[in-house]
């Protein structure tokens, strides 16, 4: 019988679903779609004084909008301590584990000891082997793995490879503290077993902590998990990436108009490859991905080439899609809510229209939605300082005596204005650049835009006309 892969995805939720994170939960996912298999969210939340519910939102909600779903209910990894408890009690009753009634001081003065004559095990096993009739008074004891003296701990790991730690230099560690809670190392053992977890996807901060939970594994009789410890993200520069680099949240990169297929797609080549291909669609990275092909170096954050995929994407995006793609950006940007209530249906119909124009100019959602302004602007169109500078009394003029020439043109399309404009150029005997720009100041305020003729009969004949008489007449203040 074929064993079913199943990967987790373990956050603790002590702030945002950061960069890091959200590739290591892509990473967990492809794995097990593209083998049938599931994928488990549990909640790392034993930390209670720095585990929040809003960080728990923010978690959820960042998976959600990255479309990386989770097969079976949320755990959460405190609501197991009794569980934990009992599996320390079964080492501790099988010899596997023991109390420790060192006290804090003692401790101290061990890693101090440890430090100055240089050995990595700080604490020296004196409860190891005692007789717990010999114990203190008044302190409540730890639990700690009786672990192997000599030889070696090994992790055949996925990414890393072969990795082994020498048992003399490893500690006793802490099971279960004097408080009774257990400690990370014991907890995410006895989730994954319990679990199911046939695949442990992380970064590889947690590599010395493999080690550990590998001797806990063993003292149960347990079988380990397939491991893989992928690299950090670096900055560009290759120091630790930081929030100059790119370190931010998910909901920060929705913020700032990134699609969600972009990012993905941006964070699975982030120390994976597949050959030289750089666009996946979400089938083809299920299809692809695979753990040997992660390298082992750090991956470099690049905030610019986030910036062209998520550009390629958009303009490869239908128009309908992308304006309900800006429709979901709003509430995340400072004056969405102003612009949602303008968002009617003539105007929404107007933005589609618009699009194909709009997206060959924009990298971002943001970008898409400051280039589609000129449509839900207030008369007379508010100038930028380069639109203002094309606008001289001679140009306006020239606007002024255009406009009898578009209030003819029937049908109002881009074609049809094309050519009235470049006859009326031909008339007055000017280059089509020096009607077009004008026009395009006048009707959208800026310098840039999409064709000038695309956006006349995207705005309509009655809001192209009124702009332009605005400009013509002189007209400065909003009505």
């Not at 960069?19 to 790392?44: C, H, K, P, S, V």
């Not at 720095?50 to 909600?61: G, H, N, P, V």
């Not at 670096?234 to 929705?254: C, E, I, M, N, T």
């Not at 007055?428 to 720009?437: D, H, N, P, R, S």
Request: with cysteine; glycine share 8%; hydrophobic share 45%.
């Amino acid at each position: 019988m074929v064993e079913t892969v199943v990967t987790r995805f373990a956050p603790s939720p002590t702030g945002f679903l950061h960069i890091g994170g959200a590739r290591t939960a892509l990473f967990n996912w492809l794995y097990a779609r593209g083998r049938q298999g599931r994928m488990l969210l549990r909640i790392e939340d034993t930390d209670r004084e720095r585990s929040t519910q809003a960080a728990i939102d923010a978690i959820l909600d960042g998976l959600a909008w990255l479309g990386i779903t989770w097969d079976g209910d949320v755990d959460h990894q405190y609501s197991r301590a009794a569980r934990h408890r009992e599996v320390a009690e079964q080492l501790l009753a099988a010899g596997k584990a023991y109390r420790c009634y060192a006290s804090q001081q003692e401790l101290d003065e061990m890693r101090e000891a440890a430090r100055r004559e240089g050995r990595a095990r700080l604490y020296d096993g004196r409860w190891r082997d005692r007789d717990p009739g010999d114990a203190p008074l008044g302190i409540a004891p730890v639990i700690r793995l009786k672990a192997p003296l000599i030889g070696e701990t090994v992790v055949g790991d996925q990414v890393q490879g072969r990795v082994a730690w020498q048992n003399e230099n490893l500690d006793d560690f802490v099971l279960l503290r004097s408080d009774g809670t257990p400690t990370y190392m014991l907890a995410v053992v006895v989730d994954d077993h319990d679990m199911g977890v046939t695949h442990i996807i992380r970064g590889d901060d947690h590599l010395n902590n493999a080690a550990r939970q590998r001797q806990i594994y063993d003292a149960l009789g347990w079988a380990a998990p397939v491991m893989a410890h992928i690299p950090l993200i670096h900055g560009p520069d290759g120091s630790k990436l930081s929030k100059r680099h790119g370190a931010l949240g998910v909901d920060a990169y929705r913020a700032m108009g990134y699609l969600p297929a972009a990012l993905r797609n941006y964070l699975v080549r982030l120390g994976w490859s597949h050959g030289d291909q750089e666009i996946f669609s979400t089938a083809e990275m299920i299809a692809a991905f695979d753990l040997p092909q992660i390298g082992r170096g750090p991956a470099r954050f690049d905030l610019a080439k986030l910036e062209n995929l998520n550009g390629h994407y958009i303009r490869h995006s239908e128009n309908e899609e992308l304006v309900t793609a800006l429709e979901a950006l709003l509430p995340h940007i400072a004056d969405g809510d102003a612009i949602a209530a303008r968002l009617t249906p003539a105007l929404r119909a107007k933005l589609i229209a618009a699009m194909p124009g709009l997206k060959e100019r924009a990298k971002t959602l943001v970008e898409l939605i400051d280039g589609a302004r000129f449509l839900f602007a207030d008369r007379p169109i508010p100038l930028e300082d380069k639109a203002a500078a094309l606008l001289t009394p001679a140009a306006t003029a020239l606007l002024a005596e255009l406009l009898p020439h578009l209030e003819s043109v029937e049908p109002w399309t881009d074609q049809a204005l094309e050519a009235v404009v470049r006859n009326f150029a031909d008339l007055v005997g000017v280059k089509l650049g020096m009607v077009a720009q004008p026009l395009r100041a006048a009707v959208t305020g800026r310098t840039t835009s999409p064709g000038i003729f695309d956006v006349l009969a995207v705005l309509g004949k009655e809001d192209s006309l009124a702009r332009l008489r605005d400009r013509a007449s002189g007209a400065a203040e909003p009505r």
